[in-house]
């Protein structure tokens, strides 16, 4: 298996089409095109083929449908993973479902485990109850989605994971918070985070302003600031001087053990 120290990670802040899946994976894949040998990883934000939308017994594609086809197959024309959530049905159930594919046509999947009730998510859809832990090129990268980013319980690191990743739609009217919890999640459990978030307006009303992180393990944002214009983002990230700072800096040897149940 490969593995790299450095790890090119791009980020796409973009608007997405309401409820159009052509749409956006035609645009998206413009832009994803271009980052071939350019970037490792790429990660669009949740629910990237329709936005945050409730009707998921409409929108709702099998994990065989074309949004995972034309995953795999940019994955392999580009030598790019790729990774972030649609609306998928699953066993007669319907899931906010982060999915990972990479170049060698593996394919992982985390369902979101925290659903907005607030936005009637967790009527439309079924909570996931696993982790994943995506161990690529060396890496091991914890997939979470949106909501997920205030529940630190669930998030927390028990020596087994590098980077953690947040896909997201997450509301302008709560940016603070957004760009809090990223540097929280990033500081307690000692490892680089990369939260993306779209732009743009849905068909709700609601007003997204991207605002995307990489934030490092001392809770460094290495991003501009107030970033809200659309595009593509990269950074790389060092493994040898995340494992550099934890062994000067042991704090994972004081955690509190507990289970999730």
Not at 42 to 67: C, K, N, Q, R, Y
Not at 68 to 94: P, V
Not at 136 to 149: E, V
Request: a negative charge; glycine letters at 8%.
């Amino acid at each position: 298996m490969e593995i790299k120290d450095n790890l090119r990670i791009t980020i796409a802040q973009v608007d997405l089409a309401w409820e159009n899946p052509g749409q956006n994976r035609r645009d998206l894949e413009l832009q994803i095109r271009q980052l071939a040998g350019k970037s490792d990883l790429v990660i669009l934000p949740e629910t990237f083929t329709t936005g945050f939308s409730m009707h998921a017994s409409d929108l709702a594609e099998p994990m065989d449908g074309p949004t995972i086809k034309w995953l795999i197959n940019l994955s392999q024309i580009t030598s790019l993973a790729i990774g972030g959530s649609i609306i998928i049905k699953d066993n007669g159930l319907y899931y906010n479902r982060f999915v990972f594919i990479t170049p060698n046509g593996e394919n992982f999947f985390y369902d979101k485990r925290h659903l907005f009730s607030i936005g009637g998510e967790s009527i439309s859809f079924t909570a996931g109850n696993q982790r994943l832990i995506v161990n690529f090129l060396g890496w091991r990268i914890a997939l979470y989605i949106c909501y997920d980013l205030r529940f630190p319980v669930w998030c927390r690191n028990v020596n087994d994971t590098d980077l953690m990743i947040f896909t997201a739609n997450w509301p302008a009217s709560r940016s603070e918070v957004w760009k809090t919890l990223l540097k929280a999640r990033a500081i307690e459990n000692q490892v680089y985070v990369t939260g993306v978030n779209r732009i743009g307006t849905d068909g709700n009303g609601i007003s997204y302003i991207g605002e995307s992180q990489f934030v490092n393990y001392r809770g460094e944002v290495l991003t501009e600031n107030n970033i809200s214009t659309s595009g593509l983002l990269s950074y790389e990230i060092s493994k040898k001087e995340l494992n550099n700072f934890r062994e000067i800096f042991p704090v994972a040897n004081d955690a509190d053990r507990f289970l999730i149940i």
